[in-house]
């Protein structure tokens, strides 16, 4: 497992893996929604960190 930046890490791999986390959720997001919420929230790509496995 490694953390790294999520800096120049395609907004598509980034929502699929969002989507997996929260798959049991009663309320999902779509990609639109996703980018909207990011956006407002201040999302910075360069200053958030993940853990990538493999």
């Not at 959720?25 to 407002?40: A, D, G, S, W």
Request: glycine share 4%; charged share 30%.
């Amino acid at each position: 497992m490694e953390i790294k930046s999520l800096q120049g890490t395609d907004f598509d791999k980034i929502f699929d893996a969002f989507s997996n986390a929260f798959e049991d959720y009663e309320v999902q997001v779509n990609k639109e929604e996703m980018q909207t919420m990011i956006h407002r929230r201040g999302f910075v790509q360069e200053l958030s960190f993940a853990a990538f496995d493999q």
